[in-house]
Nanobody, 115 residues
Framework: QVHLVESGGGLVQPGGSLRLSCAAS????????VGWYRQAPGKQRELVAV???????NHADSVKDRFTISRDNAKNTVYLQMNSLKPEDTAVYYC?????????WGQGTQVTVSS
């Protein structure tokens, strides 16, 4: 069992930065692939970035060169560094951990980009 808690969301002006954190409890977290997803009002949840247990990453085209996923296995924490934020990045951001058939989600953190 893995419990995920996101933090770091908030209101930021266009062009600003935020760093989201996802703290995980549970054992063997380093063996999980992790990812960030987001869901804007009236839209489906979409993938933002993923990182395998081996450290390989993939970022959605819409956030490439602006967002970076990383993890610190010693702290059981996943991060999403978000730079050059745009109003269209406004959404609830969710953390996900997956291993085989096991998949866990956090409760989400709101990111609002507005002047």
């Amino acid at each position: 069992q893995v419990h995920l808690v996101e933090s770091g969301g908030g209101l930021v002006q266009p062009g600003g930065s935020l760093r989201l954190s996802c703290a995980a409890s549970g054992s063997a977290f380093s063996f999980y692939a992790v990812g960030w997803y987001r869901q804007a009002p009236g839209k489906q949840r979409e993938l933002v970035a993923v990182m395998t247990s081996g450290g390989s990453t993939n970022h959605a085209d819409s956030v490439k060169d602006r967002f970076t996923i990383s993890r610190d296995n010693a702290k059981n924490t996943v991060y999403l560094q978000m730079n050059s934020l745009k109003p269209e990045d406004t959404a609830v951001y969710y953390c996900n951990a997956i291993k085989g058939l096991l998949s866990y989600w956090g409760q989400g953190t709101q990111v609002t980009v507005s002047s």
